[in-house]
């Protein structure tokens, strides 16, 4: 899947282009409205934490920082424990790395605003909002073209990879 940006210039057009995206089939789970925190979006679908923050991606880094950290260190702990062990302990230490790694860096990325939406604060602070689509890479101009055509004010803004690209 993919994420493709809109940035749309009011509340009035942003409804129509969400109701015209639900109507070709567009679910509200794949839809995230960010505005204002005293725009009133009515049965919008407003963009969630895991929109507004870096926790996904802070978490994915954090995971593989940790168990890389973690299978230093129990490579480290084969090699002076001056006895044989089994590779369980090696394990056991990678996965608790892993893990201390993303609870650590999950909670730090969510303080730290979503680096995507964070080229779009100035506009969304003058009463602009942005529209997030997530779609099948299949849909992508379907999708652009359908609200483009409606919606010259509309400014495509661009493209992000969600998943990885043969995913979905």
């Known amino acids: 899947m993919r994420r493709i940006y809109f940035l749309v210039p009011n509340l009035d057009t942003t409804h129509q282009i969400v109701n015209e995206l639900r109507a070709i089939g ?3 789970r794949h839809l995230h409205i960010l505005a204002k925190s005293d725009t009133p ?7 969630s934490i895991f929109e507004k923050t870096d926790f996904i991606p802070a ?3 954090g995971a593989a ?3 890389a950290t ?3 260190a129990g490579l480290a702990a084969l090699r002076f424990a001056g006895f ?4 369980g302990p090696v394990l056991g230490i990678l996965f608790y790395g892993a893990t201390i790694g993303a609870l650590m860096s999950g909670l730090i990325g969510l303080d730290v605003g979503n ?4 080229n779009y604060v100035q506009a969304i602070e003058q009463g602009e909002l942005l529209v997030m689509v997530d779609i099948a890479k299949e849909r992508i101009e379907e999708i652009h073209q359908a609200v483009i055509r409606h919606h010259p004010n509309a400014e495509f803004e661009g ?5 990885p690209p043969n995913y979905y």
């Open 159 to 163: 493209i992000e990879p969600l998943l």
């Open 84 to 87: 044989a062990i089994a590779g």
């Open 115 to 118: 680096t995507r939406v964070r």
């Open 65 to 67: 920082l940790g168990g």
């Open 41 to 47: 979006l009515g049965d919008m679908p407003e963009a």
């Open 26 to 28: 567009i679910e509200d």
């Open 59 to 61: 978490l994915e880094r």
């Open 70 to 72: 973690g299978l230093l």
